[in-house]
């Protein structure tokens, strides 16, 4: 191993090992400081982790340099094709990452509402009907009409929005204290 490839190992790994665990949570508590995470006995509002912005940023970062590398080096051959497609596919993937970016979910004495790009649904707590802990510790709750809202660990303080649902309706949220998150617990009144 010559000294340019351990010395662009040495930058590379720390930089990477920040930008990906590092960078997200100092974003988190930012996000905290600041208001856009507000949480109170009654009332709150949260949002996605900062660590689906940053992956889409990252995605679409790549997919700059490729496009980039493309139009300045690319020449009509299977590798500018291959190398097309794989900007193709990050652009994809990083626009949808930042759709989930900003995702908000808000409560109070009267109910839960989640906000989103891609639709927003609103639960009163007294028409639940059914609360659910599904693999890996997503939760979900389902209203009379069926619509639901769902949350997990991306979250940012996800704790809070179980701490609301159980004050709210602690008939059907029983099963949140004790879950461990690795199996389908659900509680129904249907």
């Known amino acids: 191993m010559d000294w340019i490839t351990f010395t662009g190992r040495a930058i590379v790994y720390p930089l990477a090992f920040l930008l990906v665990f590092v960078f997200p949570t100092f974003l988190n508590r930012l996000a905290e400081r600041t208001g856009l995470v507000q949480i109170s006995a009654e009332n709150g509002r949260t949002l996605r982790g900062t660590s689906t ?3 889409a940023v990252v995605l679409l970062g790549a997919a700059g340099f490729i496009l980039y590398w493309i139009v300045k080096y690319g020449r009509h051959d299977a590798n500018t094709l291959g190398a097309s497609l ?3 596919i990050l652009v994809i993937f990083g626009l949808l990452f930042l759709t989930f970016s ?3 979910w808000r409560w109070n004495s ?3 509402s989640f906000l989103s790009l891609r639709g927003n649904r609103r639960i ?3 028409e639940m009907v ?3 802990i599904l ?3 997503r939760r979900k709750i389902t209203d009379a009409d069926g619509r639901t809202i769902s949350w997990g660990k991306f979250v940012i303080s996800p704790q809070n929005i179980d ?3 159980k004050r709210a309706r602690p008939d059907l949220t029983s099963s949140i204290n004790s879950a461990s998150g690795t199996g389908i617990i659900s509680v129904s009144l249907r």
Do not use: N, Q, T, Y
């Open 130 to 132: 059914k609360c659910e």
């Open 135 to 137: 693999p890996h510790g």
């Open 110 to 112: 009267d109910g839960i």
């Open 86 to 88: 794989l900007g193709v």
């Open 124 to 126: 009163l707590w007294r």
């Open 53 to 55: 912005a940053v992956s």
């Open 102 to 104: 900003f995702d908000i």
């Open 163 to 165: 701490a609301a649902a």
